[in-house]
């Protein structure tokens, strides 16, 4: 399964660079794809750079593109079913800046306090 993973996530990543023109989706990453064990659907997690409004464009650009996308992976897998893209915004990047800036506010407390 992770190699399935990683060959989708990297042939719409491919596909997203070289050839969508689309300007909302400039910015985006696709950081990882599960696939369902029956490789019918698969959810696609992507970051964005910016605010929440340009998560918000990047995914609409993405759901734009579906079908182009789609095609891509049909193209240049050989799967016997082509999994069904969902795409969800990667949450986990933010969570580990916070945890980050939560723990060096903790190492700083301690340290004047000594």
Do not use: C
């Not at 992770?2 to 990543?13: A, D, K, M, T």
């Not at 659907?41 to 929440?52: E, I, M, P, S």
């Not at 050989?78 to 969800?88: C, I, V, W």
């Amino acid at each position: 399964m992770r190699r399935v993973n990683e060959v989708l996530r990297q042939v719409i990543s491919d596909a997203i660079t070289n050839d969508l023109s689309d300007p909302r989706l400039e910015m985006a990453t696709v950081t990882s794809v599960d696939t369902t064990p029956d490789l019918r659907h698969a959810k696609v997690y992507f970051t964005v750079l910016g605010d929440d409004e340009a998560k918000a464009e990047a995914l609409k650009g993405l759901k734009r593109a579906h079908s182009v996308l789609q095609g891509k992976v049909a193209a240049e897998t050989r799967m016997k079913h082509t999994p069904a893209l969902a795409f969800e915004y990667d949450e986990s990047i933010e969570s580990g800046m916070r945890i980050d800036a939560l723990l060096s506010e903790g190492a700083e407390a301690d340290g004047k306090k000594e």
